[in-house]
């Protein structure tokens, strides 16, 4: 893969060949890469395979009660109810099959006790009334249901008022044609209670999948994905010489191969849907592995989640500086490289240590490193106002006179005039130059000010998250390694009078 690269200076490009190592291998054989493909990613997550595989067995039991005589007799054709049930009701994680199943399980039984009352009304209005009346009344309940299910507090319970639209409508069609809607209605019931009673069985006691435990997981990763990222642009900002600039082609296509840990970020600010998604099915899970007492508070992690993609969103600032067009000199930025490396790695270290007590559900003293970290943000402000008048370059324009001088020597008025005009206008051209070397130098230092202005910010943020964890703590009943849990209070320290100030000479 060639993509065009710009250094910085004018008129100079370069090709940049990007490595395939790591990739699809090379071959032209499609079978293969497509088996290449498949096997990356049944390895990427291992519990994709138990799912599929489990859902393949919770089929086949139900189907066994068709392939064979003696249950075929009794249930007849009712049973493919019970296949279709399985086939929409079993999801991924144990809570989100609960979930859909009440659903299933509530708007069946809800359509059922309707189709049957229904029917036995039209059944009462005779023969030429009757399917006007299962018309309106098929007519009026998709009106219903379809509009209830926007309703933002039925939400949740949107796939139910799905399920109970086309449940009644077949059992109210099927057995108007029949002649015996109870009937139909009681064997359409217990087919689908059998499928889901099956895809319940199956999918929690045979290698469950828990979304609480996928939730937990996955704000685990999230902690340690901002950490690195974070790390990953501030040691790359204070490495790069300055020779080097972004490369323009990557930046618009938002590709950073040699920032692994950049795409991980960015995801961390797209999880709110699969965080609100995870916990809504955790709610539905009973008490299990580590997560045992009822009630646990799965909400709250949601909220932690959305407290750490405001960090995070400091992150992507941060990186959006480090590719910038316009760049501060390297000699420049080595001048605050100890004060925004300290500040960086105890900001990076309190993050995975607030990550690392989600993981092993306990609660640690963590005031020291936390005042540690305001330290250090302290110090970089501190340099920064030392050395303020690095950050802003001046110019001073010379005066001229503007006297025009007398004519002398036998030279005319009018060519002193004109030779007077173009040293002016040659002067002019070069104080024009000097201007705009100038304002751009000082706009690439104010971009080192950007940088570490957001530096700051993020570890102003990071105070937000510490309470946000610890809140989450204690109505998870996190294991207390220590007695005494201190967390110094937001308003102990003021970051919002840490304003950068710069100051022009």
């Not at 994709?48 to 009660?65: E, H, M």
């Not at 209605?185 to 999948?209: D, H, M, Q, W």
């Amino acid at each position: 893969m060639m993509s065009l690269k710009m250094n910085g200076k004018e008129g100079s490009f370069g090709i940049k060949i990007s490595s395939n190592e790591g990739k699809l291998p090379e071959t032209r054989n499609k079978f293969k890469v497509w088996m290449y493909k498949i096997w990356e990613f049944a390895k990427e997550d291992i519990n994709r395979v138990t799912f599929s595989l489990k859902v393949g067995l919770a089929v086949l039991l139900v189907s066994l009660l068709i392939l064979f005589q003696a249950p075929y007799q009794v249930f007849s054709t009712s049973i493919i109810w019970s296949i279709l049930t399985v086939a929409i009701m079993f999801e991924y994680t144990v809570g989100a099959t609960f979930h859909k199943g009440f659903n299933r399980v509530l708007g069946s039984l809800f359509a059922g006790v309707l189709a049957i009352a229904i029917a036995e009304l039209a059944l009462m209005s005779g023969p030429v009334a009757e399917p006007i009346i299962i018309g309106i009344s098929i007519f009026i309940i998709g009106s219903v249901t379809s509009f209830m299910k926007l309703w933002p507090t039925f939400v949740p319970y949107e796939y139910g008022f799905r399920v109970i639209l086309f449940t009644y409508c077949l059992i109210i069609v099927s057995g108007y044609r029949s002649g015996n809607p109870i009937r139909t209605s009681i064997e359409r019931l217990y087919s689908i209670a059998i499928g889901a009673i099956i895809a319940i069985a199956v999918n929690t006691l045979i290698f469950p999948i828990w979304a609480g435990e996928q939730l937990h997981k996955e704000l685990v990763k999230s902690f340690n994905s901002v950490a690195d990222s974070l790390e990953e642009c501030v040691n790359k900002y204070l490495s790069n010489d300055g020779s080097d600039h972004s490369e323009f082609t990557n930046t618009l296509m938002d590709e950073f191969p040699d920032e692994p840990q950049y795409k991980k970020c960015r995801s961390t600010l797209n999880s709110s849907a699969k965080l609100e998604s995870l916990a809504l099915s955790a709610k539905w899970e009973p008490p299990h592995g580590r997560f045992r007492h009822l009630f646990y508070p799965w909400s709250e992690y949601v909220k932690v989640g959305a407290v750490l993609r405001y960090c995070a969103y400091e992150v992507m600032a941060l990186h959006g500086v480090l590719h910038s067009e316009i760049q501060a000199p390297y000699n420049l930025r080595s001048i605050f490289e100890t004060e925004i490396s300290e500040a960086t790695n105890k900001a990076a270290d309190l993050i995975r240590c607030l990550g690392k007590d989600i993981c092993d559900m306990k609660q640690t003293i963590k005031s020291t490193l936390v005042r540690s970290v305001r330290s250090s943000s302290e110090r970089l402000q501190r340099a920064i106002e030392t050395h303020a008048y690095l950050l802003a370059s001046s110019y001073q324009l010379s005066d001229h006179n503007s006297s025009i001088p007398l004519p002398i020597n036998g030279f005319s008025k009018s060519n002193q005039l004109a030779e007077f005009k173009r040293e002016n206008e040659e002067e002019g051209e070069m104080n024009s130059q000097r201007i705009l070397s100038v304002s751009w130098e000082s706009t690439a230092a104010l971009s080192l000010a950007t940088f570490t202005s957001l530096l700051i910010e993020f570890v102003a943020r990071l105070d937000h998250l510490v309470e946000a964890v610890h809140h989450l703590s204690q109505m998870a009943k996190f294991q207390h390694e220590n007695l005494n849990i201190f967390l110094l209070p937001i308003e102990e320290f003021n970051f919002n009078s840490m304003a950068i100030e710069l100051k022009i000479y």
